[in-house]
Every structure is written in structure tokens, then in C-alpha cells.
């Protein structure tokens, strides 16, 4: 008896002993050159530094914040290269390299902000203060905050000493915030080769949805942003006196196509990532009508009453049809002359696999006059990517991991992103930032007071971190 029991003690303490050795392993992957929670502080001081420096577009100077990354690369061992598209302007382009197994993935940034007026934040903009346990500044949340956390990933990988199977690429870029013309344009129209055996990419768009009562509902994937389309109409007629008014006029001629546009908006379309979004946020509705309507959002879409209560919410139903809003409306120069052209701009936002003809085919069909000429503003084409692949279920991994029952969710975005040039180049393209983000700070987006919350920010890193661990790094 008292062999066994030697027997089964010796068994227990091997057993744990196994255990704490396997815990220390995976926890020496994390530590090994310095802990995951050094790293977030360090990332924070990275992060403070950054948001100083005023990267406002227009006009940009946005080489100084290049230069601030290239530097902290290389200072970590990592070479980085300045790509100058403009004066003023630089990409800041790093690989670190694995064996070659699988292809590479990108993690995309843009240096670049929107203008902020100081008189109306609480705040400098531009101090990078940490203020009430949160770190305040333009470009917190677009998108220095992440850059930084992708930055920090990297170089934990590094440091892990893990054999990586893809190479991982770093790539800040200017200009996002009006187009991408001396940024992601410039560098997939001059550098393709630096990134042709990229697979995938990881870049700003969707971010883990929280409620307003601090609810986490799902973490959001976007798979494609809505193509763009800018277009002008006009039209014309015979100029007079405002006194002896004229029916077909060019301002009734263009009121009244508006008039039927807005009356006739397109029709709802369910794509396949849609239906998936849907029916995933579904059990997390509060609202039974709703909750009943998600799981089957090809029938509720159908059903005016439902269809009517889902419209209400602005960013689910940009998902489930094409856009038109009226922008800009021209006409006449004087209260008492009744003009001979008058204008109108329309921003539409078309969903993936939309063309451009076929829209103002639908447009004309609409409006019933064909003395209204439509013309092109601008048309930025995007298309999606696929969300059944490994990076994918990288995020849904680590997802399921820290947040058991909480769907991982492909999503459509209203707006675009830099994501599209390189979807057009055959890169899987996601947007995901891995922050808690809830309703009052989304709205400090390209508004005032713009701040992330340290917590949340050192949590980001790390989920980053893991996402790649699961994506990059050999299995033993």
C-alpha cells in the first residue's frame, strides 16, 4: 500500500510537474526578450510619441511619422526602406522574414490624419496625453493606434524566436484620408514587387462591437468596402424671367429626377457575407422582432414593416443595398433669373459586384428623363474578399478563445479604405482592429475628442499578437 501510494504521489507531482513545464513553454514563446506586458507599455510610449506628430492631410508631412516607424524598426533589429512619393510624403515599408512555407501577410496602416481644431477638443490633439486612463489624440483610433499595435506584434514575433512560415510585412502609407493617390495607389502602381507574394492583409475597417452599456456583441471582419461612385447631373433648359415660370425648366428638370430617386431607392440585396453577418449577430439582438428577422434576412427584407425597422439602423443596412445621397445642389446666380443649368452631385456607394454602367442604367430608368445628363465624378471599384480562409479562422481562433459564444463576423463597410488596391492586385484583404470600440468612442472617429482607452489598446496588442502567432508561426 504504501508503494502505491508512493507510486501515485511520484505520479501526481510528475504530471504537474509536466503541466507547469508546458505552461512555462508557452508562456517563454510570449516572454522570451521581454514579457507581453512590457511590450504594451512600450507600445504605449510608442504610441503617445506618435500621436505628436501632426501628420494632417492636407497637407500630410506624413515622412516625419515614417520616419519615426522606419527608426523604431530598425532600432529593433528589422530593416525598414523610406519610399518617397511625394515631397513630404514617404511609405515606410519592413519585411520580416520566415522560412518561405506560405505566402505573406501585410499589415497595412496609413500615417496620414484628419484635420482636428484644437478650440474644440478638451484636449490637444496633438499632445499625446494619457488623461483619465486614456490615450488621447488624432489618429488614436485612425489609425495610429493600430499601426502601433501591428508594429509591436511584429516586433514580438521577432523577438519570440519562433520560426515563422510566412514572411511578415509592415507597411505604413500617406494620403489615405482623401484617396490614396501619393500613398496605397502610388505604392501598387510603383512597388507591386515588393509585396507579390502576399496573401493576406490585414488593415483597418471593422472593430470588435461593443453597446453602449459595455455589451461586447461581435467582433467585426470587413471583407470588402462599398465601390464608389460620384456622379453629376444636369440639367437643362431655356434661361427667363423668374416672374413667367416655366415648367420644364432646369431646376424643376432636376428636382423632379431627385424627387425620384429619393422615392425609389435600390432595391435590398443579401450578399453571402451579408446573410453570414446577419444570421451570426442574430442570438445577440435584444429585440425579438429583430432577432427572428436576422436569421432569415432574405424573407425580412421582403416584409415592409421589418425591412422598414432594419432601415433604421444606418450601418446594418448600408450593408443590404446601393446608396445614393445628393451632396451638392447648383443652380442660378440671381433670386429673380430662372437659370439655364442647374446641377446636383450624388455620392453613391455601390455593394460588391455592382458595376458602374449597369447603376446609371438603373438611375436613368429611374428619373424618366432623358435630358438629365449623368456624368462621372469619380468611381473607385472594390470587390470582396472571401472570409472561409485561414486568416480568417485565425481571428475566429483567438476570438473563440478569450470570448467563448461571441460571433467573429464578416461585414461589408459604408466607406472605403486602402484595403481595395490591393484587393485589386489578388490580396485577401481584411479589415479588422482587434479594440473594443462602443458607440461614444466611434463617434470620436473624424470627430472631437478622439481617445482609446489604455485597457482596451493593451488588449488589441495582444490579440494582434495571437492572430499572427496562429497565422505565421511553424507548429512544433
Known amino acids: 500500500m504504501d508503494i502505491l501510494k508512493t507510486l501515485k504521489k511520484s505520479a501526481i507531482a510528475l504530471a504537474a510537474g509536466c503541466l507547469v513545464s508546458s505552461l512555462l513553454s508557452a508562456e517563454a514563446v510570449i516572454d522570451r526578450g521581454g514579457s507581453i506586458e512590457s511590450a504594451c507599455d512600450e507600445s504605449l510610449g510608442y504610441l503617445k510619441s506618435y500621436l505628436k506628430i501632426d501628420t494632417t492631410n492636407p497637407p500630410g508631412n506624413e515622412e516625419k511619422g515614417a520616419e519615426f516607424l522606419s527608426k523604431i524598426l530598425q532600432n529593433n533589429g528589422i530593416e525598414s526602406r523610406l519610399l518617397k512619393s511625394a515631397p513630404g510624403r514617404a511609405c515606410v515599408y519592413a519585411r520580416l522574414k520566415g522560412n518561405g512555407k506560405k505566402k505573406a501577410v501585410i499589415l497595412l496602416n496609413h500615417i496620414d490624419v484628419v484635420p482636428a481644431k484644437a478650440e474644440d477638443w478638451q484636449h490637444d490633439p496633438f499632445a499625446g496625453e494619457e488623461i483619465g486612463g486614456e490615450i488621447w489624440g488624432r489618429g488614436a483610433l485612425d489609425m495610429k493606434g493600430f499601426a502601433i499595435a501591428q508594429l509591436e506584434a511584429m516586433l514580438l514575433l521577432k523577438r519570440s524566436g519562433q520560426i515563422l512560415e510566412r514572411d511578415l510585412i509592415f507597411l505604413g502609407t500617406p494620403d489615405e484620408e482623401i484617396g490614396g493617390k501619393f500613398g496605397a495607389e502610388w505604392f501598387v502602381k510603383n512597388h507591386p514587387d515588393l509585396v507579390k507574394d502576399a496573401e493576406f492583409l490585414l488593415n483597418e475597417g471593422a472593430f470588435i462591437d461593443v453597446s453602449s452599456e459595455g455589451k461586447v456583441r461581435y467582433w467585426g471582419v470587413a471583407v470588402s468596402e462599398k465601390s464608389v461612385l460620384w456622379l453629376n447631373l444636369t440639367g437643362k433648359g431655356d434661361a427667363g424671367h423668374a416672374s413667367m ?156 478563445k478569450e470570448m467563448p459564444g461571441v460571433p467573429v463576423v464578416p461585414m461589408v463597410m459604408p466607406w472605403f479604405t486602402d484595403s481595395h488596391w490591393f484587393r485589386d492586385i489578388g490580396i485577401i484583404s481584411y479589415g479588422f482592429e482587434p479594440f473594443e470600440v462602443d458607440p461614444q468612442h466611434l463617434a470620436t472617429m473624424h470627430g472631437k475628442d478622439e481617445r482609446i482607452p489604455v485597457a482596451i489598446f493593451r488588449k488589441g496588442v495582444r490579440r494582434l499578437y495571437e492572430v499572427l502567432e496562429k497565422l505565421c508561426v511553424q507548429p512544433n
Open 245 to 400: 415660370p416655366m415648367s420644364d425648366s432646369s431646376v424643376n428638370k432636376l428636382v423632379k429626377s431627385l424627387s425620384r430617386i429619393i422615392e425609389n431607392p435600390p432595391p435590398a440585396v443579401v450578399l453571402p457575407a451579408v446573410r453570414e453577418y446577419f444570421s451570426k449577430i442574430g442570438p445577440t439582438v435584444d429585440e425579438p422582432a429583430l432577432r427572428s428577422a436576422f436569421s432569415d434576412i432574405d424573407s425580412a427584407v421582403k416584409n415592409p414593416l421589418l425591412y422598414g425597422e432594419i432601415l433604421k439602423d444606418k450601418m446594418k443596412s448600408s450593408m443590404l443595398r446601393n446608396t445614393i445621397s445628393p451632396t451638392v445642389l447648383k443652380a442660378g446666380y440671381k433670386t429673380n433669373v430662372i437659370p439655364a443649368e442647374a446641377t446636383a452631385e450624388l455620392d453613391c456607394r455601390l455593394l460588391p459586384g455592382v458595376q458602374k454602367d449597369d447603376f446609371i442604367k438603373s438611375i436613368k430608368e429611374t428619373i424618366k428623363d432623358p435630358s438629365i445628363d449623368i456624368s462621372v465624378l469619380d468611381w473607385v471599384h472594390t470587390d470582396a474578399s472571401p472570409f472561409n480562409t485561414d486568416c480568417f479562422k485565425a481571428i475566429s481562433s483567438v476570438a473563440g
